[in-house]
T-cell receptor, first 113, second 113 residues
Framework: DQQVKQNSPSLSVQEGRISILNCDYT??????FLWYKKYPAEGPTFLIS?????DKNEDGRFTVFLNKSAKHLSLHIVPSQPGDSAVYFC????????????FGTGTKLQVIP | KAGVTQTPRYLIKTRGQQVTLSCSPI?????VSWYQQTPGQGLQFLFE???????NKGNFPGRFSGRQFSNSRSEMNVSTLELGDSALYLC????????????FGSGTRLTVV
């Protein structure tokens, strides 16, 4: 049972344009959401997070939007750069689950120069 | 400061053998979580340890076990290896919970032949 879903396994975007990565979840007990970026042969690195009490969080070129009613979140990268090419994982934490964080299957982003 | 260190980086084992993977968290971090990454499955949560106690466990068979030592270092053991256990095993550490930052190591690539 995949509680966090990233339905697009891959995405290609031109440099300078916006990248939008989507994530859907099914568990209404999730209260904290995160995005991680992963390069080959490295562990995932934290990118940005959002609490369920917010609907938007920005950090430089990265913005995460949360739509709780639709159980959907998205990561916007503007402008996209070739160095952003990586696999992006969406993750969610159970409100009562300590460190139990559920990850999606990932979306591979390719930014074309 | 040193990051999360996982050893070994690569491992090849034969079906039926057992294996032990090691994770040294960032100094001062008391929480260590383990994940299995396979193509198409994303990161699957194995377990989380905090102050030598297992706080959370994912849906893996009993062949997968772990422990945490008083210095917060953690080990993960897989017994009676199966071909399907071939994966990247990632360890992540944090002070106490994901809100405080969740840093991954580079992983151990296990291949079972």
């Amino acid at each position: 049972d995949q509680q966090v879903k990233q339905n697009s396994p891959s995405l290609s975007v031109q440099e300078g344009r916006i990248s939008i990565l989507n994530c859907d979840y099914t568990n209404s007990m999730f209260d904290y959401f995160l995005w991680y970026k992963k390069y080959p042969a490295e562990g995932p690195t934290f990118l940005i997070s959002i609490s369920s009490i917010k609907d938007k969080n920005e950090d430089g070129r990265f913005t995460v939007f949360l739509n709780k009613s639709a159980k959907h979140l998205s990561l916007h990268i503007v402008p996209s750069q070739p160095g952003d090419s990586a696999v992006y994982f969406c993750a969610a934490r159970n409100s009562g689950g300590y460190q139990k964080v559920t990850f999606g299957t990932g979306t591979k982003l390719q930014v074309i120069p | 400061k040193a990051g999360v260190t996982q050893t070994p980086r690569y491992l090849i084992k034969t079906r039926g053998q057992q294996v032990t993977l090691s994770c040294s968290p960032i100094s001062g971090h008391r929480s260590v979580s383990w994940y299995q990454q396979t193509p198409g499955q994303g990161l699957q949560f194995l377990f989380e340890y905090f102050s030598e106690t297992q706080r959370n466990k994912g849906n893996f068979p009993g062949r997968f076990s772990g422990r945490q030592f008083s210095n917060s270092r953690s080990e993960m053991n897989v017994s009676t290896l199966e071909l399907g256990d071939s994966a990247l095993y990632l360890c992540a550490s944090s002070l106490a919970g994901v809100d405080y930052g969740y840093t991954f190591g580079s992983g151990t690539r296990l291949t079972v032949v």
